[in-house]
């Protein structure tokens, strides 16, 4: 009987388990219509806060993962920005947007890609996107604690949530 016992208990545990993966919810969560489905190993273990604002005429939803320093000071980690706006009507305009936004110079030196078929740029700090008119997506690494690859696997595993 204690065999039984043990069996019994074991397939509770693996139930159990796989019911609770099965409830998680994605690595990054969902932001405005969209789920973060991949972060990268320096964003593990941060704190997460959301911002909702608006400047320029565009709305911002904002989640912002950040590290306490050993002095008591955090340092952001990454962000991920949802904007919309008819500033972002296509990739030249939200471009244009994110000049001004970021205080960029004309002379930004951006590469293209593709995020599932929408375009996109992206340089050493930052991916944006915009995956239809009036929206754009943009993952920064402002500290440099992410590096190019991962930002860009961070912006591949942002998706549209589904309706």
Known sequence: MPLVRLAASALALVLALALTAAGTPPRGGALDGFTIGHLPAPAEGASSSDFTYEWG???????????RLEDGAARVVLQVLVMRGDRLADLDSTRAFLTEYHERTDGWELAEFDNGGSPGL?????????????VAVEVRDPFGLVGPDELLATARGIAASPA
């Open 57 to 67: 005429e565009v709305g911002f939803n904002s989640r912002v993962w950040e590290k």
């Open 122 to 134: 992206h340089g050493d700090a930052e991916v944006f996107w915009t995956p239809e008119a009036g």
